[in-house]
T-cell receptor, first 118, second 113 residues
Framework: GAVVSQHPSWVICKSGTSVKIECRSL??????MFWYRQFPKQSLMLMAT?????????EQGVEKDKFLINHASLTLSTLTVTSAHPEDSSFYIC??????????????FGSGTQLSVL | GESVGLHLPTLSVQEGDNSIINCAYS??????FIWYKQESGKGPQFIID?????DKRQGQRVTVLLNKTVKHLSLQIAATQPGDSAVYFC????????????FGQGTRLTINP
């Protein structure tokens, strides 16, 4: 079964509103979680690396004030798309890395969230 | 055959044939490589991985080959089945503070009956 739960699986919102996406590791503790964005027929692009209890590290070109990441516990990271616009419509995917003693330090992916901004 | 489109390259093979998907990675310092399968509307699914101190690793119906000299990775799928139709991505683990995983372009594999 799934070891990383991502919610919601799809969301439709109006332009200018904010949307929160949750990523949970179900049976292991994840000190590091990653957030990716994927446009149709393209690859996954890393947006940011989220470490529990510290500020996220954003990739070049990703607006930290627009994509707010919170990693408040070892099992939960959230991505909030603030003031969403149609160009933010995309498939957002999270992944979680277990510690060396949990899941062998491997990376597990959520099922993704399809965001559509009208 | 294999072709490069505007976005994802595509590869079409007959059911039962073997397929080879290629990937060029970017960072010579990467120490770990993974192949993922992604079906439409879903997250990536782990297929097989290989560490940089190896040049070949076999799984069930799949084999990954690593050529560090030319920074090339390939995924071989034996006796393809309709369920193998998907987009395949290679990913490299780039050493650094957070050891981030960076994905390659991806290849769409279509299995013809």
């Amino acid at each position: 079964g799934a070891v990383v739960s991502q919610h919601p699986s799809w969301v439709i919102c109006k332009s200018g509103t904010s949307v929160k996406i949750e990523c949970r590791s179900l049976d292991f503790q994840a000190t590091t979680m990653f957030w990716y964005r994927q446009f149709p027929k393209q690859s996954l692009m890393l947006m940011a690396t989220s470490n529990e209890g510290s500020k996220a590290t954003y990739e070049q070109g990703v607006e930290k004030d627009k994509f707010l990441i919170n990693h408040a516990s070892l099992t939960l990271s959230t991505l909030t798309v603030t003031s969403a616009h149609p160009e933010d419509s995309s498939f957002y995917i999270c992944s979680a890395r277990g510690t060396a003693g949990q899941k062998g330090g491997k990376l597990f992916f959520g099922s993704g969230t399809q965001l559509s901004v009208l | 055959g294999e072709s490069v489109g505007l976005h994802l390259p595509t590869l079409s093979v007959q059911e039962g044939d073997n397929s080879i998907i290629n990937c060029a990675y970017s960072n010579s310092a990467s120490d770990y490589f993974i192949w993922y399968k992604q079906e439409s509307g879903k997250g990536p699914q782990f297929i097989i991985d290989i560490r940089s101190n190896m040049d070949k690793r076999q799984g069930q119906r799949v084999t990954v080959l690593l050529n560090k000299t030319v920074k090339h990775l390939s995924l071989q799928i034996a006796a393809t089945q309709p369920g193998d139709s998907a987009v395949y991505f290679c990913a490299e683990n780039i050493l650094g503070g957070a050891q981030k995983l960076v994905f390659g372009q991806g290849t769409r594999l279509t299995i013809n009956p």
